[in-house]
């Protein structure tokens, strides 16, 4: 920790405020006389009637667009709800099978041992 010796350092170790400069006054004292250009202007109205009906042709093509991918939606919707019955049946229908076999497997295997027990 050292000790600031450099110009104003005690008053900066000591907490005072640093000094403020007298402030320049920066706003000019004429302003010009002549008033600002007048540009033309560049939007009339037919142009401007003519953007709007081509918007509303665009906001047409989006509804339809909309219409259409919503009901593409429930299209697939519908063959995945489908897809997703088959596939529950297959499982269903499988583990069934599965336990069906294991349990005609288990019989089978119950004889096989008592014939081989009779064998010997």
């Given at each position: 920790m050292g000790v600031d010796q450099g110009k104003g350092?005690?008053?900066?170790?000591?907490?005072?405020?640093p000094r403020m400069e007298p402030q320049i006054d920066t706003t000019?004292?004429?302003?010009?006389?002549?008033?600002?250009p007048s540009y033309p202007d560049?939007?009339?109205s037919?142009?401007?009637a003519e953007s709007m009906m081509q918007m509303?042709?665009?906001?047409g093509e989006l509804k339809a667009t909309s219409q259409y991918l919503t009901a593409a939606s429930r299209a697939h919707d519908a063959k995945?709800?489908?897809?997703?019955?088959i596939i529950f049946a297959a499982g269903t229908v499988l583990t069934i099978a599965l336990a069906v076999a294991g349990f005609v497997l288990d019989k089978l295997w119950d004889g096989m041992i008592l014939l081989l027990k009779a064998a010997h």
């Amino acid at each position: 920790m050292g000790v600031d010796q450099g110009k104003g350092g005690a008053d900066r170790w000591l907490g005072s405020p640093p000094r403020m400069e007298p402030q320049i006054d920066t706003t000019p004292n004429q302003f010009p006389e002549v008033p600002p250009p007048s540009y033309p202007d560049t939007v009339n109205s037919a142009w401007l009637a003519e953007s709007m009906m081509q918007m509303q042709a665009t906001v047409g093509e989006l509804k339809a667009t909309s219409q259409y991918l919503t009901a593409a939606s429930r299209a697939h919707d519908a063959k995945l709800d489908r897809i997703s019955h088959i596939i529950f049946a297959a499982g269903t229908v499988l583990t069934i099978a599965l336990a069906v076999a294991g349990f005609v497997l288990d019989k089978l295997w119950d004889g096989m041992i008592l014939l081989l027990k009779a064998a010997h």
